[in-house]
């Protein structure tokens, strides 16, 4: 079994900076990837970023490509995404997930942390 709890979300400034943390515990080495999404009020959920636990190879969104940054530390168990340039459409419950595959579909992610608030004021 999996865990993950995120940490971190906040109250930021348009064009500030956020750095966004997922704690991992149980059998991390039973999943491929760690993905972030999020989900504003009345949107589906979205993929933001994803990264493999071994290579570090990375996939981002359109709309978060050069602004966000992915990464992990495979010794702490841990998962982060630093988000810069914030954007009031930015504003959303962000969640980190595992999944076995490689994929930026929500749908193929079987381990969801409990998610963490991030709001943009402009």
């Known amino acids: 079994q999996v865990q993950l709890v995120e940490s971190g979300g906040g109250l930021v400034q348009a064009g500030g900076s956020l750095r966004l943390s997922c704690a991992a515990s149980g059998r991390t080495f039973s999943r491929f990837a760690m993905g972030w999404f999020r989900q504003a009020p009345g949107n589906k959920r979205e993929f933001v970023a994803t990264i493999a636990w071994s290579t570090g190879d990375t996939s981002y969104s359109k709309s978060v490509a050069g602004r966000f940054t992915i990464s992990r530390d495979n010794a702490k168990n841990t998962g982060y995404l630093q ?3 914030l954007k009031p459409e930015d504003t959303a419950v962000y969640y980190c997930a595992a999944t076995r595959s490689w994929t930026v ?9 409990q998610g963490t608030q991030v709001t943009v004021s402009s």
Not at 105 to 113: E, H, I, K, T
Request: proline residues 8%.
């Open 83 to 85: 988000m810069n340039s």
């Open 105 to 113: 579909l929500p749908g193929d992610y079987d381990v969801w942390g």
